[in-house]
């Protein structure tokens, strides 16, 4: 389902797939994050996306009350506390994507799906 917003001239219909990849482009940016990760269903390997298929890693759900729910499959860097990444990552991804959509965040979801060395 699309995110609808009425305004006083008619309605705004944003697709799911625009605000995946606002947030994965969010994502990218926190501390912490490597980048977004898609898991094989197949094999249950874990690759690294390139940063034009960011959308992969996340799953957007709008809600019938016309709230976001964000799901993320994410690497993140050796060495740092996971729980930082995650609260970092949940306020960024919260304010920008409400900002951005003018919709709200009911449930954000982070899966970390693998640990990488930072050279």
Known sequence: MNGIINSGLGRIVIDTD??????????VECF??????????????????????????????????NKIQLSFHVIVS?????CTIADNLVSSVKYKVEAFTGMEIE???????GVRVID
Not at 39 to 63: A, E, P
């Open 18 to 27: 625009v605000i995946a990849t606002y947030a994965g482009s969010v994502a």
């Open 78 to 82: 050796y060495g740092v506390n996971i």
């Open 32 to 65: 912490g994050i490597v980048g977004m990760a898609a898991v094989s269903m197949r094999d249950g390997l874990v690759k690294l996306l390139k940063r034009d298929s960011l959308r992969h890693g996340i799953s957007v759900k709008v809600t019938d009350e």
């Open 107 to 113: 449930k954000i979801t982070i899966y970390v799906e």
